[in-house]
């Protein structure tokens, strides 16, 4: 498991996408991340260039 945090804007706009999802498990792509290592553990960031894809009609989606 890995700890992502999500801020401002971005965080805002994945609760949204989150909201209107009817799935109760889904596949997320998330792109223009920071990877950092935080009291051992890897830890994701956003950016301000993150972008997140709930899309199933992605083909990576759909082969997961």
């Known amino acids: 498991m890995v700890r992502l945090?999500?801020?401002d804007n971005e965080a805002a706009n994945f609760r949204e996408l989150n909201r209107i999802s009817t799935r109760?498990?889904?596949?997320?792509i998330i792109t223009s991340i920071i990877p950092r290592l935080h009291e051992g553990k890897l830890s994701l960031t956003t950016t301000s260039g993150s972008h997140f894809y709930f899309d199933t009609d992605i083909d990576i989606i759909q082969r997961f």
């Not at 109760?24 to 997320?28: D, E, F, M, S």
Request: charged share 10%; no cysteine.
């Open 5 to 7: 945090t999500i801020w």
């Open 24 to 28: 109760k498990n889904q596949i997320v």
